[in-house]
């Protein structure tokens, strides 16, 4: 264990030893890796940190891994950082995107998945299982390819069938369940607790991995930090982990300021918003989700905890949009910046519009987590031209 000390429960504060296959809390909270931050200091003075390229596995200190060359890794991470062209005149902000789409599999998750197949791995795994509305499932199932064992992902009815492709198309056994995501879950933790299966999903290792999109952002910024992050929720574990991410580089003395998290959801999905709203102090699940956004279409959010905590502890907001807001999102990133995203990746570019004067004089990044390929386009695309294979009928394109 290179620095991790230990597994913490945020909820009730139990602890656990750091390499204990534990998935939850035995109070249901969601555990939390905490290190020796005096040795990952250490190990960032040793390391030719400031000269290293922003991407992943820059950030090794960070992660609960024992040995480094047992990484299984796709170089995933290290994604461009764009300042908006034209997004940001219209609201006014100085705006910058994090283009999560191009990730390996199209999605922030192939992070999460390094961390959590390593360390499945090194815990002696030689099959896995996992609830996905889609891309989780993707990721797990590329990484679980390359790291050369078996994958079985529970998928919602509603899973859009190019993401069920993609899961396919790197090998894993796809279970189709008559249900939505919450469903799903509670299927895969009762096949852990019956047939002691390795499960991967939103829990503590994954939760490591996707903090590399918060160290990605500072390290972008040449060490200084945005004033905003804006990020679609579903599970909240993306939330969660970029929150802990500035957290831990405070820890370290990288940086001395804090961004303000702000966590979008969907009109037909929204048990963090809710419980940030009514001041409830966990996510109010709901029976099911209705929304295009759905990579974000998780009833009973597995870190919503994590993530309503985040939220309050940076002094963010948390909102709602509408699937309408959101294609109309999905189309401004593309025409505008050439920033081709599914609707889920578009959530958080779409709360930045609706909630604009929040966001006054303010730096912004947007997270963009996935890519447009993931899905089929939703609605009427506009019409296409059909010609004759014959230049006279050029004329009627350039007139
Ligand atoms: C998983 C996912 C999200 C939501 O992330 P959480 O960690 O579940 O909150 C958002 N957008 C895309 C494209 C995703 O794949
Ligand atoms: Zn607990």
Redesign the pocket.
């Known amino acids: 264990m290179v620095s991790a000390k230990k597994l913490k429960c945020s909820q009730c504060g139990k602890e656990y030893l750091p390499d204990m296959i534990t998935f939850h809390c035995e109070c249901d909270g969601s555990l939390d890796l905490i290190y020796d931050y005096k040795k990952v200091r250490k190990l960032i003075l040793m390391a030719d940190f400031i000269r290293e390229r922003p991407w992943h596995w820059k950030y090794w200190m960070f992660y609960p891994v024992d040995d480094l060359t047992q990484a299984v890794s796709f170089e995933e991470g290290g994604t461009p950082l764009f300042l908006s062209k034209r997004i940001r005149k219209t609201v006014d902000l100085e705006v910058f995107f994090k283009y999560e789409g191009s990730n390996p599999t199209g ?3 192939d992070r999460g998945s390094s961390i959590e197949i390593t360390k499945a791995i090194e815990l002696g795994a030689n099959s896995v299982c996992c609830a996905s509305t889609g ?2 499932g993707a990721s797990v199932s590329a990484y679980s390819a390359k790291a050369g064992i078996t994958c079985k992902v529970f998928v919602p009815e509603v899973t859009p069938s190019l993401k069920i492709a993609q899961i396919l198309g790197c090998g894993a056994e796809v279970i189709r369940v008559e249900g939505n995501y919450a469903d799903c879950l509670r299927l895969t933790e009762e096949a852990n607790r019956r047939y002691d299966v390795y499960l991967v999903g ?1 829990y503590p290792y994954r939760s490591e991995g ?1 903090k590399s999109v918060g160290f990605e952002i500072v390290d972008q910024f040449y060490w200084n930090v945005p004033d905003y992050i804006i ?9 969660r982990a970029i929150w802990k991410s500035f957290l831990e580089l405070q820890k370290v003395g990288l940086i001395n300021e804090l961004p303000k998290m702000v966590g979008i959801q969907a009109e037909g999905c929204h048990p963090i918003v809710d419980a940030f709203k009514y001041d409830y102090d966990k996510p109010i699940p709901i029976k099911k989700a209705h929304t295009i956004a759905d ?2 279409a ?1 009833e009973d959010p597995v ?1 919503g905890y994590g ?1 309503l905590h985040a939220i309050l502890e940076s002094g963010g907001f948390a909102e709602t949009v509408t699937d309408n807001e959101i294609i109309a999102a999905q189309k401004l990133l593309g025409h505008s910046e050439g920033l081709y995203a ?1 609707p ?2 578009a ?1 958080s570019t779409a709360g930045l519009i609706k909630y604009k004067e929040k966001f006054e004089g303010k730096k912004v990044v947007s997270i963009v ?2 890519h447009g390929l993931k899905r089929a386009p939703v609605g009427d695309m506009p019409e296409v031209m059909t010609i004759k294979n014959d230049f006279d009928e050029l004329d009627k394109i350039f007139p």
Do not use: H
């Open positions: 999605s922030f998750k891309n989780m939103d996707q990020c679609p929720m579903g599970n909240g574990t993306l939330t990579a974000i998780c870190d993530a599914e889920s990746g959530v987590t996935g």
